[in-house]
């Protein structure tokens, strides 16, 4: 373990650290925007936010992303809502809250600063999404919706029905398109990022496969935004769409820039659990539906019985009954933990035990079918349709899958990596949601990146710096794209006989057994050979039909896989150096007499951030955290 | 969830690339889980096709819940299969009978170039949000978002017509490959709402004209779109939308 890079946190009271620090920093005059040109990665909310920022503000801004269309980033399928603390709430909600939320959920594995900032910026979020036409839900009187989200006991999420990512993403796609017409952003899509290209240690650019010709491109600029999503499809079977991928940040990774926090993956109670083994994907069904449903499962257990017929006093309504306080609504992790180990003392129903029901029948019997069936009717006929069971008249079954990657790319309070001039926004990067993310941050915390942030901190970098034009006859630019048709020659000359996704599918069956709901440091050692293994296997097994020319969606999975191998190496060595439990980062020894997640705040109270070293162990770096106006507690909620 | 299988027969448009000559090409399916959804179906058979040596079928996808708007193609002739408001990710075998045949074929219409197999370029639909799509606000000037009062069911009509995810069925199913139900979405979820207000009637005619210069027909109003529309987008949007034309025009 060693230092770590300055995070470059601002100094005095946390409160006005970030209106002292924004006034303070120093800006570009708008001759010298038009001439610098910015990459932007990934047109999810964190990438088109700040795409279309940075082009309003007049930089000529490039964007690349991997989707047909940029209205196609996986933000599109977030359901519940996004936060904010807005003045005024009658509840009694303020900034300070939400900050103490954040925190607090994160289970003090996250700064400060960033998450102060965050509910700071919050507000400021809704507002300009609604000035955009982003339809939220409506009080009768006009004003703005509000519902309650898991981990909280005021109502501060705003949502439209359950689309709220999707109608959140659509109002960034259209602010960015407008400047793509203004002629101010260059819109790329379809283009695989596979390498980055940094010059005397400064990201200078990207290496990218059109998908459509095959055709290698390199992309230069005078500064790299990151904001390719999460990397939560590591366990093959998860809630994120089925191109979200690691490939940007870990080729970043690879050419230097630390990763924080790899292991701290969420595991959402709430999903359709799996079935057969060709099944895809899982499908979350919103948290926002423990608002109504009582989650419950048999007393007895292997207790087969149709649900209807399991009389009241035969059933374990046990979140209610293990966290009097918060009930159904407790976080997520302690959501899943409870129903997995019930589900393995043999309590859980549906094929091989596996699920826990989520029950509306209460709620319909006092609300009304309509109420609910407003509120969350296109959720429910999403779970008929997958599951072929009715919701309004049996109780859901759900279990827990992997959902969120708290992990990412090692940021500082500026949202640059280790790498000079390289930025990493949303999903992909590590910042304020710590070892546990809250329901309805996530957007939050992307737009507050994209919208926000980002745009006075990538100018305020590239004012105090020389920005030397680099241009694709440079030998950097030259050896990444060669290194590039190296790794993609290599995988279309493998011999095997499989296809790479029954190598992905097996992967993510290590992951989840040794990296998921819970770890213990047998498993996770056991699972950095089975990597190793199963990733010599592929290299010697795999199939990777066709050519480089021409689309060619098997090679994308290779090639996405591929870097999942390195990656999830990394995700298990951290759980297994991080010798305690905190929020979704669960290690079986270290656990209070209740089963409950003990944190080791004297040894652990940093964030991880580990080194690439080629040929060697990547090195632990540990940025020590600090707090001030809340101290660090045990999470509480029952 | 069932046990039931099923054997299906596929028969799937192949084409290596766009100006290619395409044909339809025949796959056996073998006891296949009912609880699969059809693009689980494809994968299963790209696996063996793999194993074969052969160029699996390419078809678009992402999400696989319905929302993101990337897959679409025809199923028996129709936008996204059989049943009503769902798109094709969304499709499960439980919907056919054992030893039925499915035709899948890409969209097709001009607007739309054929790429490889089932996928087609739509980017066509971007250029026509581009042209005005939006509401022209800069990041950091906006008021209070209770300033402006929207009614509950203004909103939700808003909402309605803001969800469309943008996959072309509209366009595959038109006879006239018109985009008019995609444009008017656009057009009334923006036009209900007091935000869209200002830029009302230079949108719609930026769309509509947009909407010509990329190909597509124009409406005849055989109301197929509607039909296949996995977000149920009501096709009377069109004639709203004609009515916004006209009160912009005069
Ligand atoms: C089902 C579901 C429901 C959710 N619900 C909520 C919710 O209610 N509230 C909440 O706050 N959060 C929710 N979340 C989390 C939230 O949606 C995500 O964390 C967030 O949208 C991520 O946004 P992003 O902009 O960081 O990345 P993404 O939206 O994932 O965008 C990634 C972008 O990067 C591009 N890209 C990726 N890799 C490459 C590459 N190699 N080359 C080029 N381009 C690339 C993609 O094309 C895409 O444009 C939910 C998540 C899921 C899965
Ligand atoms: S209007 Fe309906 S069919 Fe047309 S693109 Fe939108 S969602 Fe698809
Ligand atoms: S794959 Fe996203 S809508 Fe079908």
């Given at each position: ?8 946190v601002?100094?005095?009271?946390l ?6 620090h ?6 570009i005059?708008p001759q010298r925007k038009?001439?610098l040109?910015l990459?932007?990665?990934?047109t999810?909310?964190a990438?088109a936010s700040a795409a279309?920022?940075l082009?309003e503000q007049?930089?000529r801004?490039?964007v690349?992303?991997f989707?047909?269309?940029p209205?196609?980033?996986?933000s ?5 809502g996004i ?6 709430a009658?509840?009694g909600d ?7 939320d954040?925190?607090?959920?994160g289970?003090?594995r ?13 507000s400021g979020?809704i507002?300009q ?5 982003v339809?939220f839900?409506?009080e009768y009187?006009g ?13 501060r999420?705003f949502?439209?029905?359950g689309?709220t990512?999707?109608?959140l ?5 259209q ?5 793509v017409?203004?002629?101010?952003v260059e819109?790329l899509?379809?283009r695989?990022?596979l ?7 400064v ?8 998908l459509l010709?095959?055709?290698l491109?390199?992309?230069?600029a ?8 999460g990397?939560?499809?590591?366990y093959?079977?998860s809630?994120n769409?089925?191109?979200s ?8 990774h690879l050419?230097g820039?630390?990763f ?8 959402h109670p709430?999903?359709?659990p ?14 926002s539906l423990?608002?109504d449903?009582?989650v419950?499962?048999p ?7 149709d649900?209807a ?6 059933r374990d309504y046990?979140l209610?009954?293990l966290?009097?306080s918060?009930?159904?609504?407790v ?9 997995r180990e019930l589900?393995?003392a ?6 091989g035990?596996r699920?826990?029901y989520?029950d509306?029948?209460d709620?319909?019997?006092s ?6 069936e407003a509120?969350?009717?296109n959720?429910?006929e999403?779970?008929e349709?997958?599951s072929?069971?009715?919701p309004?008249?049996?109780p ?9 990657t ?10 640059m990596s ?5 930025f ?7 910042s304020e949601?710590?070892?546990?993310r809250?329901?309805?941050s996530?957007l939050m915390?992307g737009?507050a ?12 970098w590239l ?5 030397p034009?680099?241009d694709?006859?440079h030998p950097?630019c030259?050896e990444?794209l060669?290194?590039?048709a ?6 279309l ?7 790479v996704?029954?190598f992905?599918r097996?992967?993510?069956a290590v992951?989840?057994?040794?990296c998921?709901?819970?770890r ?11 990597v190793?293994?199963l990733?010599?296997?592929?290299l010697t097994e795999?199939?990777?039909p066709?050519?480089?020319e021409?689309?060619n969606p098997?090679?994308e999975k290779?090639l996405r896989l591929?870097?999942?191998f390195?990656?999830a190496?990394l995700?298990l ?8 439990s905190?929020g979704a980062?669960?290690?079986?020894e270290h ?6 997640a003990?944190?080791d705040d004297?040894?652990?109270?940093h964030i ?6 080629p040929g060697?162990e990547p090195l632990?770096h540990?940025?020590?955290l ?8 045990t999470?509480?909620?029952? | 969830?069932?046990?039931?299988t099923l054997?299906l027969?596929?028969?799937?448009w192949?084409?290596d690339g766009?100006g290619?000559?395409?044909d339809?090409r025949?796959?056996q ?5 009912a ?6 179906a494809l994968?299963q058979l790209?696996?063996?096709?793999i194993e074969a040596?052969e160029?699996?079928v390419?078809?678009e996808?992402?999400c ?6 990337s ?8 936008a ?5 408001a ?5 499709l499960?075998?439980?919907q056919?009978?054992?030893?039925a045949t ?5 969209w097709r219409a001009?607007a739309?170039p054929?790429?490889?197999?089932l996928v087609?370029?739509r980017s066509?639909l971007?250029?026509l949000i581009?042209?005005?799509?939006y509401c022209s606000v800069?990041?950091?000037q906006?008021v209070?978002?209770n300033?402006?009062?929207v009614g509950a069911?203004?909103a939700?009509?808003a909402?309605?017509?803001a969800t469309?995810i943008g996959c072309?069925a ?17 057009l009334?979820?923006?036009g209900?709402l ?8 230079r949108?719609a005619?930026a769309l ?5 210069e990329?190909?597509?027909?124009s409406?005849?109003?055989?109301l197929e779109?509607e ?6 987008i009501?096709?009377?949007w069109?004639?709203w ?5 006209r009160?912009?025009a005069g």
């Open positions: 373990m060693s230092g770590c890079p300055d995070p470059r601002p100094g005095g009271p409160a006005d650290r970030w209106r002292r924004r006034e303070a920093m120093p800006l005059s038009a001439q040109r990459l932007v990665v990934g999810g909310l990438g279309a920022t082009a007049g930089y801004v490039r690349l992303c989707h047909d269309s209205r196609r980033a996986h599109v399928a977030a359901q519940g936060n904010a603390a807005r003045p005024g009658i509840d303020s900034v300070s809250r939400l900050f103490a954040t925190l607090r959920g289970d003090f996250a700064r400060e600063a960033g998450c102060h900032r965050l509910a700071e910026i919050s979020i507002d999404c609604v000035a955009q036409g339809p839900a409506r009187g004003t703005l919706a509000t519902r309650s989200f898991g981990g909280t006991l005021v109502s999420t949502y439209a029905r689309q990512g999707q109608q993403l659509y109002g960034a796609y602010a960015l398109m407008r400047q017409e203004a002629g101010r819109l899509s379809r695989d990022v390498e980055i290209i940094t010059v005397d240690g990201a200078r650019g990207v290496v990218c496969r059109d010709s095959g055709a491109e390199v992309h230069t005078q500064a790299v935004l990151l904001a390719t999503g990397y939560s499809n590591v093959f079977l809630t769409a089925l191109k991928n690691a490939s940007a940040i870990w080729r970043a050419q820039a630390l924080a926090n790899p292991c701290f993956t969420q595991i709430t999903c359709i799996s079935g057969d083994a060709y099944q895809s994907k899982l499908t979350l069904m919103s948290e423990r608002n449903g009582r419950w499962l007393l007895r257990p292997g207790d087969d019985r649900p017929r399991i009389p009241e006093q035969e046990f209610e009954r966290y009097p918060y009930g159904n609504m976080p997520r992790d302690l959501a899943s933990r409870r129903a589900c393995e043999g309590h859980g129903v549906g094929p035990g699920s826990v989520l509306l029948r709620a319909i019997a609300a009304g079918r309509d109420v609910i509120r969350y009717g959720l429910l999403m779970y349709r997958i072929g069971a009715d309004y008249t049996t859901l079954r759900i279990y827990p899958a992997p959902h969120y708290m992990g990412g790319l090692w940021v500082d309070y500026q949202l280790s790498i000079p001039g390289l990493v926004l949303g999903e992909a990067n590590f949601h710590g070892a546990n809250l329901g309805a996530a915390q737009l990146d994209g919208y926000f942030i980002a745009p006075l901190t990538v100018t305020a004012a105090g710096h020389g920005t034009s680099v694709e006859a950097a030259r990444a060669s290194r590039t190296a790794r993609i020659d290599a995988l000359q493998r011999p095997g006989p499989r296809p996704d029954a992905h097996e992967l993510g992951m989840i057994r040794h998921g709901i819970s213990d440091a047998k498993g996770l050692r056991s699972g950095l050979g089975e190793e293994q990733e010599q296997r592929f795999v199939r990777v066709g050519h480089s021409g689309p098997e090679l290779a591929s870097d999942f390195g990656l190496r995700m060595r951290d759980a297994l150096v991080r010798e305690e905190c980062h669960f290690r079986e656990q209070t007499p209740e089963g409950e003990l944190r004297a040894n652990f109270a991880a951030a580990w080194e690439h070293r060697a632990r540990a940025e020590p600090a707090f001030t106006l809340l101290q660090p507690s999470r509480n909620y029952r | 969830m069932s046990s039931r054997s027969k596929l028969r799937i192949r084409q766009p290619q000559p395409g339809f025949e796959y399916l073998e006891a296949v889980s609880d699969l959804s059809l693009l689980e994968d790209n696996e063996r096709l040596g160029r699996p390419n078809f996808h992402d696989r819940e319905g929302i993101c708007g897959c679409g193609f025809l199923v028996n002739g129709q996204h299969g059989p049943r009503q769902t798109s094709v990710c969304q499960y075998l439980r056919f009978q054992s030893g499915l035709t899948l074929e890409p001009s739309f054929p790429v490889q197999d087609v370029d066509a971007d250029r581009a042209a005005g799509g800069n990041t950091g906006a209070d978002g300033a402006m009062l069911e203004q939700r009509s909402f309605d017509t469309c072309g509209c366009v595959a199913s038109c006879r006239n490959a018109s985009a008019s139900l995609f444009v008017a979405a656009k009334a979820h923006l209900q007091p935000q869209g207000q200002p830029e009302r009637a949108r005619r509509q004209q947009r909407m010509e990329e190909g597509f027909g409406c005849s109003s055989n779109c039909a296949v529309c996995p977000k149920q009501s096709a009377d069109i004639s939308m004609y009515r916004e034309g009160r912009t």
